[in-house]
Nanobody
Framework: VQLQASGGGLVQAGSSLRLSCTRS???????MGWFRQAPGKEREFVAD????????RYADSVKGRFLISRDNAKNTVYLHMNNLRPEDTAVYYC???????????????????WGKGTLVTVSS
């Protein structure tokens, strides 16, 4: 199982970025999530999307600013980040627990597969 995240970068506050995460192999039956880890802080849940795309969840800190979506034809999940703030600075990871048609949890310790992160830096 391989997950590859991309799309990070250095942006100014108020800007937008779109992160992508592509998985090789089985994808359309899996829930997918995004987490982030800021320097000196624990990894935290950002957003996730059910395998069907019908159900999404967001951390309160990003609700209304971030949007998670998926394209099962491309084996890709996206995180559209708008109105970025300096406190959004972190390494962003995509993850899945790898179980088909099961709603995964929002805690990082329950997820089995992780991609290498992509760094998002928001300057003030």
């Amino acid at each position: 199982v391989q997950l590859q995240a991309s799309g990070g970068g250095l942006v100014q506050a108020g800007s937008s970025l779109r992160l992508s995460c592509t998985r090789s192999g089985r994808f359309s039956s899996l829930d997918m999530g995004w987490f982030r880890q800021a320097p000196g802080k624990e990894r935290e849940f950002v957003a996730d999307i059910s395998w069907s795309g019908d159900d999404t969840r967001y951390a309160d800190s990003v609700k209304g600013r971030f949007l998670i979506s998926r394209d099962n034809a491309k084996n890709t999940v996206y995180l559209h980040m708008n109105n970025l703030r300096p406190e959004d600075t972190a390494v962003y990871y995509c993850a899945t627990d790898g179980r088909s048609y099961v709603r995964q949890g929002t805690t990082s310790d329950g997820l089995r597969y992780w991609g290498k992160g992509t760094l998002v830096t928001v300057s003030s």
